[in-house]
Nanobody
Framework: QAQVEESGGGSVQAGGSLTLSCTAS??????????MGWFRQAPGKEREGVAC????????RYTDSVSGRFTASRDSAKNTLYLHMNDPKPEDTAVYYC??????????????????WGQGTQVAVSS
């Protein structure tokens, strides 16, 4: 189990950049043994997966709409997950959530395998 908290959201102009952070505090697992994911929910839409990253950071999967623009990474020393948003578009406007998983079957993970979620951070992209 883990406690996660997102930060770094805000307003950004299309074509700019923004970096989100997620700090994970684990009680019974080392951060390097935890898979992490970024999700988002836009107004009027269902929550969707944005990126997932495995425990050692060597395998990363992005949803097609952000591939080539967003970069997920993790820093073991800081127990932190990042999402660098390059060239954000208005359609990227959403509440972004960070999630952690301590147990999974395959990569990429199924949404239900993420058991610990942050409160979300708002990202608004203006044109």
């Amino acid at each position: 189990q883990a406690q996660v908290e997102e930060s770094g959201g805000g307003s950004v102009q299309a074509g700019g950049s923004l970096t989100l952070s997620c700090t994970a505090s684990t009680l019974h697992r080392d951060f390097d043994d935890v898979a992490m994911g970024w999700f988002r929910q836009a107004p009027g839409k269902e929550r969707e997966g944005v990126a997932c990253i495995n425990d050692d950071g060597q395998n990363i999967r992005y949803t097609d709409s952000v591939s080539g623009r967003f970069t997920a990474s993790r820093d073991s020393a800081k127990n932190t997950l990042y999402l660098h948003m390059n060239d954000p578009k208005p359609e990227d406007t959403a509440v972004y959530y960070c999630a952690a998983a301590t147990t999974w079957i395959k990569f990429p993970l199924r949404p239900e395998e993420y058991t610990d979620w942050g409160q979300g951070t708002q990202v608004a992209v203006s044109s």
